[in-house]
């Protein structure tokens, strides 16, 4: 059903920008009698009338001056997001991230000519995601493909999925509400950095602990080293002291 409604949508606004944003045409008289031929004079005055109303006129304008602020529009053409998706899943054995979706829908698949900014921009986004994956299969980062969505193209906002597509929100894709994520994320963070002091605090007792006992075995031996060096030069005094008697003995019997 939404899909059906992308499809009605697109077909409106084709509709639109062929027979009502004419340049050409400056009064309304003129737009009415530019219409298509597979609509009747009732429908396209309905239509005229509906577009010509100032606050449709504004929200048109904001909605093409927010399309012109996109970075990075896809390459799929009249192909739906979930058959995208479907065919990736059918691929993969089933999974499917947005990391696949977005590296499927913003590579380009012909030669045509397109906006050269939003071509960088994709082809590089396209490039930092796969680098950050071979990375993470070299193991050289843990990230998941949501953190690297996320490195590549900044966090979620306004209820809005980015690269999976339309008729998709944060609350649906992760089954919580985007407050509850970004919680999630801080407290998994907070716990992360907590389990990685444990574990350096542990790392440096054990460290501490072997140095210890280094210590008190180079002790143990300095201990050993220095009774044998007394015993040996007590052993020495009773041999000198020894000779000495002996020979005040001889100069006594001699006297």
């Not at 996109?70 to 995208?84: A, C, E, V």
């Not at 306004?158 to 690269?163: D, M, R, S, V």
């Not at 041999?239 to 019997?253: G, H």
């Amino acid at each position: 059903m939404k899909h059906a409604q992308r499809l009605f949508r697109g077909a409106r606004r084709k509709l639109k920008s062929k027979y009502f944003n004419d340049k050409n045409l400056k009064t309304k008289d003129e737009l009415l009698k530019n219409k298509p031929s597979h609509l009747t004079k009732v429908e396209w005055k309905f239509l005229v009338d509906y577009w010509s109303e100032e606050a449709v006129m504004e929200k048109s304008k904001k909605a093409s001056e927010s399309r012109a602020h996109q970075k990075m529009p896809h390459y799929n053409g009249t192909k739906s997001f979930g058959r995208t998706r479907q065919e990736i899943r059918k691929k993969n054995g089933g999974k499917c991230s947005r990391v696949d979706v977005l590296v499927a829908t913003r590579t380009r698949k012909s030669e045509k000519a397109v906006n050269a900014i939003n071509l960088a921009n994709k082809t590089h986004a396209v490039d930092e995601i796969n680098k950050l994956k071979e990375q993470r299969e070299q193991g050289l980062n843990e990230k998941t493909d949501e953190q690297i969505i996320q490195d590549v193209l900044g966090k979620d906002t306004h209820g809005y999925l980015k690269a999976y597509g339309p008729g998709r929100s944060i609350t649906q894709h992760f089954k919580v509400k985007p407050s509850r994520i970004d919680l999630t994320q801080e407290v998994n963070e907070v716990k992360k950095k907590a389990d990685q002091a444990i574990e350096d605090a542990r790392k440096e007792a054990e460290n501490a602990r072997t140095e210890a006992k280094q210590a008190k075995l180079e002790a143990e031996q300095a201990k050993k080293e220095a009774e044998a060096v007394k015993n040996d030069v007590d052993r020495k005094i009773a041999d000198n002291n020894a000779v000495w008697e002996k020979k005040f003995s001889q100069l006594l019997d001699f006297l």
